[in-house]
């Protein structure tokens, strides 16, 4: 078992700026993926952003609305990932889910759907004020 907590959530004004962390703890050698995924009130969950460790390389791939404001990065050895945010938008509001799992797909379309995971974090809430 893996368990994940996340922590960093708030509430910020646009244009803000606040840093997500995931601490990961139990049987985390084969979290090859670690993921953030969002959910805003009456919507669904959507993909945000993966850190993709082949063994070898740390790889990464972007939802395209957070393209160039935010940044994940892992630090596989306190088995953390972050989630750095930037010019924050009110569209941004909602809990972010800290996700982890064993994928070895090549194709980034199964690092960005929910099931593909095996573990999730609580969540925290974003709040992004106009």
């Known amino acids: 078992q893996v368990q994940l907590v996340e922590s960093g959530g708030g509430l910020v004004q646009a244009g803000g700026s606040l840093r997500l962390s995931c601490a990961a703890s139990?049987?985390?050698?084969?979290?090859?993926?670690m993921a953030w995924f969002r959910q805003a009130p009456e919507k669904e969950r959507e993909f945000v952003a993966v850190?993709?460790?082949?063994?070898?390389?740390?790889?990464?791939n972007y939802a395209d609305s957070v393209k160039g404001r935010f940044t994940i990065s892992r630090d596989n050895a306190k088995n953390t990932v972050y989630l750095q945010m930037n010019s924050l938008k009110p569209e941004d509001t909602g809990v972010y889910y800290c996700a982890a799992g064993e994928i070895y797909y090549s194709s980034t379309f199964y690092y960005t759907k929910g099931p593909s995971y095996d573990y999730w974090g609580q969540g925290t809430q974003v709040t992004v004020s106009s």
């Open positions: 850190a993709r460790w082949s063994g070898i390389v740390i790889s990464y």
């Open positions: 139990g049987r985390t050698v084969n979290n090859r993926a």
